[in-house]
């Protein structure tokens, strides 16, 4: 089945820098990359996604990369804000309506 | 999270006891499924329900574990004699109507079990 590792597990950046998380997958049959932020006590928001068929996506602040040669992607916020404290995750399907393989989340701190 | 409601949004019960947790999606969803996220985890998938196709009952941890979706709507996770290593967040998530790719979250069953 697929396993998905994340990196790093914790992260720390102030306020105005650039953060990236990185994961990579086993399932060379997944085709669909979602990223998930979960603030404390809340439940996990979709913030950005990429299919297989695209190596990158941004959507304001946000841009996940794709590389299926090597089996990885990336999250990348800029400019951080405060606001961008939580935990995200990642995760790995072969779309179609499959279920989701989450990696084991990054606590993201955006420190003033 | 739009779309889909879970009851109640806490459990406590006594180890052994069983439980039932209800997901409540917004119709037109075709699938269904279910995770948990135990303390400071990352999420488990456990079951997943497509239209008429039976289930994919690949994540259930033991036989303890149960899960239904009448009617293509409502879906019930069911855990008998539970365990205190149950104890977790049950999460329902639905895909979206168009894709079937991206998955969005209810606001979970926080269940302990003493």
């Known amino acids: 089945g697929e396993n998905v590792e994340q990196h790093p597990s914790t992260l720390s950046v102030q306020e105005g820098d650039s953060a990236v998380i990185k994961c990579t997958y086993s399932?060379?049959?997944?085709?669909?990359f979602p990223w998930y932020k979960q603030e404390l006590g809340k439940r996990p928001q979709l913030i950005i996604d990429i299919r297989s068929n695209v190596g990158e996506k941004k959507d304001q602040r946000i841009a996940v990369t794709l590389n299926k040669t090597a089996k990885h992607f990336s999250l990348h916020i800029t400019e951080t804000q405060p606001e961008d404290s939580a935990v995200y995750f990642c995760a790995a399907s072969r779309g179609g309506g499959n279920k989701l393989t989450f990696g084991t989340g990054t606590q993201l701190k955006v420190e003033l | 999270g739009a779309g889909v409601s879970q009851s109640p949004s806490n459990k406590v019960t006594e180890k052994g006891k069983d439980v039932e947790l209800r997901c409540d999606p917004i119709?037109?969803?075709?699938?269904l499924y279910w995770y948990r996220q135990s303390l400071g985890q990352g999420l488990e998938f456990l079951i997943y329900f497509q239209g008429n196709s039976a289930p994919d009952k690949s994540g259930l941890p033991s036989d303890r574990f149960s899960a239904e979706r009448t009617g293509g709507s409502v879906s019930t996770l069911t855990i008998q004699r539970t365990q205190q290593e149950d104890s977790a967040v049950y999460l329902c998530?639905?895909?979206?109507?168009?894709?079937?790719?991206?998955?969005?979250f209810g606001p979970g069953t926080r269940l302990t079990v003493l």
């Open positions: 399932d060379s049959a997944s085709n669909y």
């Open positions: 119709s037109g969803h075709t699938a």
């Open positions: 998530a639905i895909s979206g109507t168009v894709a079937y790719n991206e998955q969005f």
